[in-house]
Each structure stands twice: as C-alpha cells, then as structure tokens.
C-alpha cells in the first residue's frame, strides 16, 4: 500500500488506494465476524461487536461514495478540490475507526495481527498525518467560512439541480418566516402551508406520473426533504414522510384499484397520510404488535372491526387517513406473519386532543404527547375501539391478508433514506448558522471567524456532512426497499446532525441556548432523528448487522 505523505497537495490517487485498502481489511474483519456468529444467528450474544460493525460498514460505505464522486467529477473535468480535500479528512477518521476496531476486537474474531500492521503500527501515523492536520482542517473551514457554508455541489443532474433550486427558494420564503413561531408555541402546521407544498408537487415527487406524481425519483425527493428540512424539520421537511412510507406499500402490494385511488389524492395532497404501528409497549419489535383486526360485516359489507391502541402518531390529528398495521391472525406466536395493512379514513383534527366517532359506533380518540422538539404535526396516542373499515382499504385485498408486516417495512424503507435527507438538512441549517454567526460576532477584538479553533470546527463539521450528504445521495439513486443503503444513511445523518448542530450551538454561546435563535431548534430536533423510523440500536443489529453478517 503506497501511504499518502503530508502535502499541500492532495494526491488523489493515493487517498483512493487507501480508501480501497480499508475496504479489504474491512472484508477480513466481516468474513471472520460471520463465521463468529454463524452467519449472523448469534447477533444477540454479539451484539457490541455487531453494532461496531454495522457502523464502520456505514463509515467506510461514505468514503467509498466520496471517492466515486471525485472520480466522477474528474472525469466530467469538474472542479473539485474541496471535496477531494473532505474525502481525506473523513478518510482519517475511518481510519482510525479501523484502528479502533482491531484494538477492540482483534482477539474474539482471532484475526491475524500482521494483516492489520498498517492501521496498528507505525505505518497508521504516517497515513494518517498524510489523509489530515490541524492546518488543512482550518484551511477548509475559512473557505467554509467565506461561503456561509452554502451547499452548492455539483448533482451531476440537471432535474435535481433544478428541483434543489425551486425547494430552496419555497424554503426560504414560505417555511423559514414562520418556522421558529411553530416551534415555540407548539402550534401545528398551517393549512395554507400545507397547500403550497400541494401546489408544488412535492407531496408525489417519487410517485409515478401515471398516478398523478411527478415521477422524479427517490433523489429529487431526498434534495427537497433536504431543502425543507433545513427550514423546518416537523413544519416542512416531514410533511411527506407519511404519504412516502404509504406509497411506496401500494406500489409493492395494492391492487390496482387501491393504487389508482388512492396514489393521485396521496400526490395532490388531498388525502393527508399519518402512520399508526407503534404501540404503547411495542415499538421496535412490530411483530409484537397487539392492536386487532376482525373480520366484521356492515350492512352487507365485507369489512374488518379493528380494536387496540397506538403511539406516538405523528400528524394523526391532522391527516385523514391513517395507514395502520394490525393483527389479522388470532395466532400470537406467528408475528409479524399475521399482520395486514389498512387504509383507515377519518376526519381532520387540529389540537392536540380529538375524537373521530362512526356511524356504526366505533371510535378513534387521540391525545398529543408533549415533545421538545419536532415540532408542528403532534405525535398522538391513539385509543381505538370497534372502528370498522371496509376490506377494500386492506392494502392488498385477499392477496394481502397478513402481508401487512412485509409492506410496512418495505415503506419504512423509504422512511429511513428520507431520514437521511431530514438529518442532513438539519446539519446544513446549523452549519449555515454557524458560519453567519462567527462571520458577524466579535469576542476579545476578533471576529470568531478569525479564531484557530472556529474554523478547525467548522471545517470537521462541513467534512461529516458531506461524508452524509454523499451516502444518502448514492442510496437514493439505487434505492429498493430491501436494500440496507438506506439504513446506512439514516444511521449515519443522523449522528452527523446530533454532533453538527450541538457544535453550531457551542459555537453561539450563551445565545445558542435561547429559544429565540433557531438554532436551539437544530440542536433538539436533532435529537428525535435516531429514534423514528427505526431506532438506532435495531438498525445497527436487526438490520444492517444481520444483513452483512448472513451474506458471509
């Protein structure tokens, strides 16, 4: 392995090199944490090894898409300096992530210590001085700096480089004016907010055009959730997840009479979608769930009773229609194999508490958990009792009795890749922030942006987004729902945003803790983003750990 030496110069070639070496050291460490484990049988008696595992897959998976950029871009002749220079800083700090595994694990997976000499010895310091320093790190962020840390890079689409330009200026006039009103005083999204966000499409841009979207793709819908987001994460840039997650379970699994209903009122915004699974002691265990659905006739109907309760709701007062997973198997012990999918139509409630009663007698009852943050929809508990719903709105129909579990977590799919755009949307806003923040405040005679460790900050801040940003746009561009890119991303953006937005706040002082700066939103809206659509712990065993673990 040729080592990349300390340089005002980057030398592509050699990062590459290194960034393919870490790669084949990681394919060593997988083989032998296979046969550990039996193929990934035995993940819960090795579960920090699995979890450490999962992690640097997902790191050196970053890397890897920043390489494939660069040469993308060398190739299209494109400037590309700054991300090349990222590409090396994050590359250090895989590697000696690298170096932190073996030191932690070298033993139990009885690796040979001689193959793992480079990142262990000598040799790592030298690669490392050679990838990173404290003065190219600086460097970077004065340039970061200099530009507010706007993100302009290069889509290599001119669809997505349009659409990125229509969600921006649509974030910046309609979402940001209003955005830190909602946060502070709870309140939920405005209709006419709402309605705009209809008007633009953004509601069906992954849907296709023959259901009334816009057809554009899982990237465009990833730059607008990540455009919206970085103005309101809950008041914007969610306001699709829902509609996404169901979706993308009609396009696996409806009939063709429920995707040609539902789809085109789904892509305008006429039907709002909230998502019920979660139950008040179930939440990542789905296959647990306890929440019934029985087999019931309505004057002469052919429909189910659904009975049981759900938590944490989000946008269920406001939507008319829940996308609900319930038990159509009276057999417990079958799991996730006895559940189904139901389209569940209701009224439109603002407030933080509201009932929705049938003719028939059944009910809904919902009641808003209080949150620190996320902000504009409200994540309710529900109570449900005796509330029918035609067999029609089981998604699927006959063939998709106790299919419900296999859908859901196919739109769960789309959920975490859009989870990557939220997260990453949220560490641009705080990075943004901060650069305006340091470029205008003076402390002890000197701009904060003049100050050494401002823009090493900075600098280490904008590197792990585009290190994000970079995963979650080479999942979106492959994406399927069975692929665990999407895992990769969210598990990764979401950290990314954790640490970005605490250092943005640090970076205003006594000011970032105020609730009249946004930034105090950034910080603790960051805070739900490892938690939705699959907890950090049950991507890093359940799904990512087992899916990398059995394929050996």
């Not at 997976?109 to 000499?117: I, P, V, Y």
């Not at 829902?242 to 892509?267: C, V």
């Not at 008319?320 to 389209?343: H, Q, W």
């Amino acid at each position: 392995m040729v080592l990349p030496q300390e340089s005002s110069v980057i030398n592509e070639d050699h990062i590459h090199q290194l960034i393919d070496e870490c790669d084949l050291l990681f394919e060593k460490i997988l083989l032998a944490a296979s046969e550990l484990t039996d193929r990934g049988s035995k993940i819960d008696d090795f579960q920090v090894l699995t979890e450490d595992i999962a992690y640097i897959a997902t790191q050196i998976r970053a890397v890897k898409e920043m390489k494939l950029f660069n040469q993308r871009m060398l190739a299209a002749n494109q400037d590309n300096v700054q991300n090349v220079e990222m590409t090396s800083f994050y590359l250090a700090v895989v590697l000696k992530a690298m170096r932190d595994f073996v030191t932690n694990h070298l033993q139990i997976l009885k690796l040979n210590a001689s193959d793992f000499s480079r990142i262990m010895g000598n040799d790592f310091y030298s690669a490392y001085s050679g990838l990173t320093s404290e003065q190219r790190i600086r460097s970077l962020g004065k340039k970061i700096i200099d530009s507010r840390g706007i993100n302009n890079i290069n889509l290599e689409d001119e669809v997505a480089t349009l659409t990125r330009e229509m969600a921006r200026d649509f974030a910046a006039k309609e979402v940001k004016p209003i955005a830190q009103e909602i946060h502070r005083n709870d309140l939920l999204v405005p209709d006419d907010l709402i309605n705009k966000f209809s008007e633009q499409g953004f509601f069906g841009s992954s849907i296709p055009e023959e259901y009334g979207g816009t057809g554009m793709g899982d990237l465009s819908m990833v730059i607008i959730t990540e455009e919206l987001s970085a103005a309101s994460l809950a008041a914007a840039g969610s306001l699709a997840t829902r509609p996404e997650i169901l979706s993308k379970a009609l396009l696996a699994g409806g009939t063709d009479e429920q995707k040609k209903e539902w789809l085109p009122k789904i892509a305008r915004g006429e039907t709002l979608v909230a998502i019920a699974v979660t139950e008040p002691d179930t939440g990542s265990d789905v296959s647990s769930l306890q929440t019934k659905a029985e087999p019931s006739n309505l004057n002469g109907i052919k429909g189910w009773k659904i009975n049981g309760s759900k938590a944490w709701s989000t946008f269920s007062g406001r939507a008319n229609v829940l996308a609900l997973l319930a038990r159509t198997d009276e057999d417990i012990a079958k799991g996730a194999k006895g559940l189904s999918l139901f389209i569940v139509p209701k009224d439109s409630f603002n407030g933080h508490t509201w009932e929705y009663k049938q003719k028939s007698g059944g009910s809904i009852q919902g009641t808003a958990n209080p949150t620190p943050g996320y902000r504009g929809m409200h994540s309710y508990t529900l109570a449900i009792e005796d509330f029918w719903v035609p067999h029609t709105n089981l998604v699927g129909e006959d063939s998709g009795i106790n299919k419900g579990f296999y859908l859901q977590m196919g739109g769960f799919a789309v959920g975490r890749l859009q989870t990557g755009g939220r997260a990453i949307g949220v560490a641009q806003a705080a990075l943004e922030k901060a650069c305006n923040y340091v470029s205008d405040r003076s402390q002890f005679k000197n701009k904060l942006s003049e100050y050494q460790l401002t823009q090493y900050k900075i600098g280490s801040m904008a590197t792990s987004i585009a290190a994000g940003r970079h995963l979650t746009y080479a999942a979106a561009k492959t994406f399927h729902t069975r692929s665990i890119e999407a895992a990769m991303c969210k598990l990764l953006t979401c950290d990314i945003a954790g640490e970005v937005t605490r250092e943005a706040l640090l970076l205003h002082g006594g000011w970032g803790f105020s609730e009249e700066d946004p930034i105090s939103r950034y910080t603790i809206d960051a805070l739900v983003l490892p938690i939705f659509e699959g907890v950090k712990p049950i991507l890093e065993l359940k799904v990512i750990g087992r899916e990398l673990l059995s394929k050996k």
